[in-house]
């Protein structure tokens, strides 16, 4: 069943407001087996029924967004009608909740709100119980040759209750019994990239049956999607596992900081953080999961050569002999951070975000980063990693996140 | 001018990414003076032929996002060459900066890489210094009548450079001097809401001639941007700055983070921070501003009681008789971070993120923040700004650099 997806709405299209209708259709559509063929957006003019018209013959359900609101530019209603040859009809019904909803709210209806009444014959109103736009379900004409409408409200307040109540149920029907959803799984990967991860793997699994693959890249983490009959996820998930047994973060669509405090919690561990180039991004990813305050319980944020020697303890010499950007000062980092914080773990980072204090020894992008784990030798590492002051700081805290984890998930680290 | 948008990629219909392209487009082409007049998303497989093929006679720009990564799905560039009759060539410069990137990287070019240095004839090569696939540039033909084609990265945070240094200058030579883009001027306003800003401002300026309004809501923080005639904009500028002198954080697009840095170093002043509920955000967020080495020394997360106790000097006994989410508590917070960096303004916050941790007396969204300066009275107040965790350390961080920047700015903070 193909479906595409028209949203209505001039201030989509000014950056005023983001389009979050093609994501919130497309994940709920993905869960039935669905997938959206396009998404238009278009402003509040007669820009809908070109779009309509070119749509038509090429799909079987049309979801519709805005452009039902009380004012004459939304135009949705009389077009729809005008294209199928119907008439518009006064619903009595929507006339009713329409007074009621005014009533309710101690206003008086404007009569321009009975534009909203109007209904092309032979469709089926769908009740909107947070606002005042029903929607509509205009169904397939087969020997008109017109696909299943759905004429919905745009503000996403009115627009989600009325699809996950009234539109997915009748996508369902409308899919019938054998069209069951296909399965799929997703495999989140880190520290290696959507292109090398697609080289090694498509010859290995272009024998398996109606296998579909999905990339999706950000950060440096690929999310891995399997899509097909689950025989065949089944035998596509062997060979991943065995392929990046050490680079997948998770089999779902778990964040990293999820699954490090996920499994800190687990050993009734803690962590903290020692950061420099950083600013307090590790802290702040890691406090983001739900959960967190039971495994971190401290970070240190010392930009300052001062604040590394009187908070974690590294000793002045160090940063005047290596630098403060060393893979010396950063063990000191993290064992000062390990022994005053009283953690079971510590991370630390130092490096040179930018635009300035590059050398030619240590340009822009280098960065140090280290764990130290009660009872384990610190593990320390250096990079390079140049990019906008913000990726790096983004990809660092990722890296250095990313020992932990490995840590963590019982993998050696390697130098 | 007419230009359409169209964004490649099955992520976009899958609910994995949300699309921001639209909007950031709309955003930066309202600055020219031009419309979106239509924006499509499709996935990654040859709707890209069909679309282009319909928005071909009806536009005269298209800015298409997506499509030139270096898998077999990415076939952008193929079909662009194919419809427009020319041959893809082998661009050595992009080769070369190709094995660069990699080089610096440290790893080995993939073979598939090297389709992304391939160009259709006559197309301009649009640099990508944030990642390994290149825009491109297709100017229009009037006998073929094709329109300019951008082809450009998906990744926002390779697009919006390439955009912002390329593609919009470009733009601006299209139109030509006689359609100059009108003047401009932005306020970034924080602490007055988009529709209470509409309302009363709009009556105030609505004598003004040719004089165009437009707004960008984000985070708390408003962007109100004057299109017109730089005769009215001067005149409705006015009317701002004595409506909002407190809340205008710049008459620029500056972040409040590095209006913060600049008003510091202008002073040769510091900041250090105390976060509790934030988790390292505030300093992560004062850190991601270029420069703010020299202002920000460090900061403290402060997550777990001790820490406040340790780190601070908190008194146990006020955590015990107020609770660590306490107006006692955040002053005391300020004022140790205050006395132990040695920093002319210390910043805190203490609240509760949720999902638990919620009283009835202090629900989840209860804050209190704290600005402690040498020299001045420590100031502080009680916030209640229930939202999901992660909208909620943003939030309460935005709360808090702003007391900073009032205070910098000269302003008696408001209790």
């Given at each position: 069943?193909?479906?595409e997806?028209?949203?209505?709405?001039?201030?989509?299209?000014?950056?005023?407001?983001?389009?979050?209708?093609?994501?919130?259709?497309?994940?709920?559509?993905?869960k039935?087996g669905?997938?959206?063929?396009?998404?238009?957006?278009?402003?509040?003019?007669?820009?809908?029924?070109?779009?309509?018209?070119?749509?038509f013959?090429?799909?079987?359900?049309?979801?519709?967004?805005?452009?039902?609101?009380?004012?004459?530019d939304?135009?949705?209603?009389?077009?729809?009608?005008?294209?199928?040859?119907?008439?518009?009809?006064?619903?009595?019904?929507?006339?009713?909740?329409?007074?009621?909803?005014?009533?309710?709210?101690?206003?008086?209806?404007?009569?321009s709100?009975?534009?909203?009444?109007?209904?092309?014959?032979g469709?089926?109103v769908?009740?909107?119980?947070?606002?005042?736009?029903?929607?509509?379900?205009?169904?397939?004409?087969?020997?008109?040759?017109?696909?299943?409408?759905f004429?919905?409200?745009g503000?996403?307040?009115?627009?989600?209750p009325?699809?996950?109540?009234?539109?997915?149920?009748?996508?369902v029907?409308?899919?019938?019994?054998?069209?069951?959803?296909?399965?799929?799984?997703?495999?989140?990967?880190?520290?290696?990239?959507?292109?090398?991860?697609?080289?090694?793997?498509?010859p290995?699994l272009?024998?398996?049956?109606?296998?579909?693959?999905?990339?999706?890249?950000?950060l440096g983490?690929?999310?891995?999607?399997?899509?097909?009959?689950?025989q065949?996820i089944?035998?596509?998930?062997?060979i991943?596992?065995?392929?990046?047994?050490?680079e997948?973060?998770?089999?779902?669509?778990e964040?990293?900081?999820s699954?490090i405090?996920?499994?800190?919690?687990?050993?009734?561990e803690?962590?903290?953080t020692?950061?420099?180039?950083t600013?307090?991004?590790?802290?702040?990813?890691?406090?983001?999961a739900?959960?967190?305050?039971?495994?971190?319980?401290r970070?240190?944020?010392?930009?300052?050569?001062?604040?590394?020697?009187?908070?974690?303890?590294?000793?002045?010499?160090?940063?005047?002999?290596?630098?403060?950007v060393?893979?010396?000062?950063?063990?000191?980092?993290?064992?000062?951070?390990?022994?005053r914080?009283?953690?079971?773990h510590?991370l630390?980072?130092?490096?040179?975000?930018?635009?300035?204090?590059?050398s030619?020894?240590k340009?822009?992008?280098?960065?140090?980063?280290?764990?130290?784990?009660?009872?384990?030798?610190?593990?320390?590492?250096?990079?390079?990693?140049?990019?906008?002051?913000?990726?790096?700081?983004?990809r660092?805290?990722?890296?250095?996140?990313d020992?932990?984890?490995?840590?963590?998930?019982?993998?050696?680290?390697?130098?």
């Open positions: 069943m193909r479906v997806v028209v949203n209505i709405g001039t201030e989509l299209l000014l950056g005023k407001v983001t389009n979050t209708h093609a994501g919130y259709f497309g994940e709920e559509l993905f039935l669905l997938r959206i063929q396009r998404q238009t957006t278009i402003p509040d003019d007669d820009a809908i029924r070109t779009v309509l018209k070119e749509a013959p090429r799909t079987d359900v049309i979801l519709v967004t805005g452009g039902l609101g009380p004012t004459s939304d135009i949705t209603r009389e077009v729809v009608a005008e294209m199928l040859g119907r008439k518009l009809i006064l619903d009595q019904g929507i006339v009713d909740d329409l007074k009621a909803f005014f009533d309710n709210r101690g206003y008086e209806m404007s009569s709100n009975e534009r909203q009444a109007m209904v092309p014959e469709a089926v769908l009740d909107n119980p947070n606002g005042t736009a029903p929607g509509l379900y205009v169904p397939a004409v087969e020997s008109e040759g017109t696909p299943h409408l004429l919905l409200p503000p996403p307040r009115e627009l989600r009325m699809t996950a109540n009234l539109v997915l149920p009748k996508l029907e409308l899919l019938g019994p054998e069209n069951a959803p296909e399965t799929w799984h997703n495999f989140r990967i880190y520290g290696a990239g959507e292109s090398a991860i697609a080289d090694n793997l498509e290995k272009e024998s398996i049956e109606n296998l579909e693959l999905g990339y999706c890249a950000r983490e690929v999310d891995l999607r399997l899509i097909g009959p689950q065949s089944d035998q596509a998930a062997d991943i596992r065995a392929e990046y047994a050490r997948i973060i998770a089999e779902s669509e964040s990293i900081e699954v405090v996920r499994l800190l919690s687990d050993r009734h803690t962590v903290a020692a950061e420099s180039c600013g307090g991004q590790i802290a702040n990813t890691i406090t983001n739900a959960g967190s305050s039971g495994v971190f319980h970070g240190y944020v010392t930009y300052a050569n001062s604040a590394k020697a009187e908070l974690l303890g590294v000793p002045a010499e160090l940063i005047v002999k290596h630098g403060a060393s893979d010396e000062v950063v063990r000191a980092m993290a064992e000062g951070c390990l022994a914080s009283g953690a079971d510590a630390a980072v130092s490096g040179i975000a930018g635009p300035g204090g590059g030619e020894e340009p822009v992008g280098t960065v140090f980063i280290a764990l130290a784990s009660k009872g384990h030798d610190t593990f320390s590492k250096r990079h390079f990693t140049p990019a906008d002051r913000i990726s790096f700081k983004m660092v805290t990722r890296l250095t996140l020992l932990l984890r490995q840590h963590l998930a019982g993998f050696q680290l390697i130098a």
